[in-house]
């Protein structure tokens, strides 16, 4: 069989192309990887709370240096694919903020100005399920 240039050139760039979709894929697992929730909700945020629900995890953080708290929900299902997922806080007293939006991974996080020793409590979900609790003392 005789290669032409014009087979070659397909060649080419059919090689080319997947190398670029395994790039590109690469570099997206490997970002996703290097995303948590302290990473999400930014530095001195910690962990206080989380609760797993089907399809996904709730992460309740705080920052007592700027007195906040931050709520983020990831999700374990369809982990990729676009889909609603929802994050909320409740500082007892000073009202809920929540956030709701489609998205392939996890929500934007979600923050309140909760003063060390408020009352707080989490809840977030994704499409059916969701996850959330009692309120508990943040800091």
Known sequence: ????KRMAGAVIATVLG?????????????RRAAETPAV???????VQRQAAFAGGVAYLLY?????NACAVTFKTKDV???????????VKGA???KNEEIT???????????????????????????????????G
Request: net charge positive; proline share 6%; aromatic share 8%.
């Open 1 to 4: 069989m005789r290669i032409t």
């Open 18 to 30: 997947t190398t670029a979709v395994l790039t590109a894929t690469t570099a997206s697992a490997s």
């Open 40 to 46: 999400v909700c930014g530095p001195g945020y910690t």
């Open 63 to 67: 920052n007592p240096g700027k007195q």
């Open 80 to 90: 990729g694919t676009r889909g609603m997922v929802w994050s909320a806080v409740d």
């Open 95 to 97: 009202g809920v903020v």
């Open 104 to 138: 392939p991974l996890h929500t934007v996080p979600v923050y309140h100005a909760a003063p060390t020793g408020s009352w707080v409590k989490f809840s977030d979900g994704v499409r059916t399920a969701d996850s959330g609790g009692a309120y508990e003392r943040i």
